[in-house]
Structure formats: structure tokens, C-alpha cells
């Protein structure tokens, strides 16, 4: 006999507890934020987490490209616009997050075309990330959209380097940070409406335990981008380094 399906603020408190999970724990991520990072490790970081923001406009425009409803990709294209910045507009907070994440690498020391030329993404997080990608295109629009939710928890993460970063590495320009402070904002209004659709589309046990796999599997990719840095630049193995120092990895052509 099939198990009864949860009541939605159940649901919500499933969802939620997935927290437990999130990056945020990592330790390559508790050592960023406890001041136990190298500038290598910080600007390691940053530039394999560019691939991550320069692929979620992508991420949204298939979500979009997949679903029928217009009020939700109304709704849904500020998430792109967030990002990738309004047309026109090049005061500070409208340029967009991958501007601003542009910025901030600078703000670590990081040369910014070497940043747009992704050619320090290491292969784990390029892999991971392409997944996440790949399965927005593939999926439902709802079921997409709600393993977005694991920005139910990236207030704490954005606010957490704003109050422990300029105090442990202040080598790192304060104009860098602007990105964390706008994601405060704009992650909890994400978090409104992806939960709106997810509590209305999963209605029945099953259903709701096929979202909290999905929410699971955005939580692995998050996690094993981490797992590949930590490889690279805490243990010092990366890849390929038992035959050779060079950056020997492919650079995401199209295979």
C-alpha cells in the first residue's frame, strides 16, 4: 500500500531538510569561510565556479524553452535577466551576476579574460555542471524548476562571506562582493516562486519523493564541484598529475 502524500507544509519541511546537505558543509567550503583558505584555493574557486554562473542562464532558458505556461516564464525570465544583466543598463546591480562574478574574480586576482576563456575549469566541475544542464533540458518544466530549490538555502551561504571573507582575507577588494550582497535579495524571491510550483505540482507520496531525489541530485552536483576543487588544490592532485603539471584538460568543446 502506497504511503499518503505529505501535507504541503510536511512537504516544505522535507524539502528544507535537505539543508543538512548543502555545499555550505563542505569542507573545502567551511575552510573558505572559517579563513583556512590559500589565495590559490579562493581563486580557485572562483574561477571554477564561473562555469557554474555562465550555465545557469542556460539552465533557465530551457526551463523556459520547455514550459507552456506564460505567466510562469514571465515570471521565470528574471532569473536570465538576473544574470546575465538588462539590455542597456550598465549601473551596478543591473549589469547581472556573471558581471558581477567577473568582477569579483578580479577582486581576487584573477586576470579576467583568463576567467572568460574557462580554461581553469577542472573537468569534475565542468562535468557536474554540464549534468545539471543537460537534465533541465531534458526534464519536465516543473520538475527543472523545482531543483532550483537549493536556493531555499543560499541566503546563509551569500551572507556567510560577506561576514566572514573581509575579515579573513582582506587582500580581497570590498568591490568584489557585490555579487553575494544582490544574490541576499534575489535568491529569496527565487525561493517564492519555485516553491509555489513545487508544492502545487507534487501532489501525490511518490511524486513528492521523486522531487526530493531530483533536489538531491542538484545538492550532488553542487557537492562534487566541490570534491574536484578540493582535489585540485587542497590535496594537490590534479588532474593528470601523476604525468604531467600542464593544464593538459579538454576546454568544454563540443563532443
Known amino acids: ?16 531538510a535537505k539543508g543538512a546537505l548543502y555545499h555550505i558543509h563542505h569542507p573545502y567550503h567551511r575552510a573558505m569561510y572559517e579563513g583556512r583558505a590559500t589565495r590559490e584555493q579562493i581563486q580557485g574557486w572562483v574561477a571554477n565556479r564561473f562555469y557554474y554562473q555562465v550555465n545557469i542562464p542556460l539552465k533557465d532558458a530551457a526551463i523556459m524553452a520547455n514550459c507552456p505556461d506564460r505567466e510562469t516564464r514571465r515570471e521565470w525570465i528574471q532569473r536570465i535577466l538576473d544574470h546575465d544583466g538588462v539590455p542597456g543598463v550598465a549601473t551596478s546591480g543591473e549589469e547581472g551576476g556573471i558581471e558581477a562574478w567577473l568582477r569579483l574574480a578580479e577582486a581576487v586576482g584573477l586576470d579576467r579574460e583568463q576567467v572568460l576563456s574557462q580554461e ?6 565542468r562535468f557536474a555542471v554540464d549534468a545539471y544542464v543537460n537534465f533541465a533540458r531534458r526534464a519536465s518544466w516543473q520538475e527543472a524548476a523545482s531543483s532550483s530549490l537549493t536556493e531555499l538555502f543560499a541566503p546563509t551561504i551569500h551572507q556567510s562571506r560577506l561576514d566572514a571573507w573581509p575579515q579573513h582575507y582582506p587582500w580581497i577588494d570590498a568591490a568584489g562582493y557585490d555579487y553575494f550582497r544582490n544574490r541576499l535579495s534575489q535568491a529569496r524571491r527565487d525561493v517564492e516562486h519555485g516553491l509555489r510550483i513545487t508544492l502545487e505540482h507534487y501532489r501525490t507520496r511518490e511524486a513528492q519523493e521523486r522531487m526530493l531525489n531530483i533536489l538531491q541530485f542538484k545538492l550532488d552536483v553542487l557537492w562534487s564541484m566541490l570534491d574536484a576543487m578540493s582535489m585540485a588544490y587542497e590535496l594537490e592532485r590534479p588532474p593528470y598529475h601523476t604525468v604531467t603539471a600542464e593544464c593538459v584538460w579538454h576546454r568544454g568543446i563540443a563532443l
Open 1 to 16: 500500500m502506497s504511503q499518503a502524500a505529505m501535507t504541503p507544509a510536511e512537504f516544505e519541511q522535507a524539502l528544507r
Open 120 to 125: 581553469l575549469v577542472l573537468p569534475g566541475v
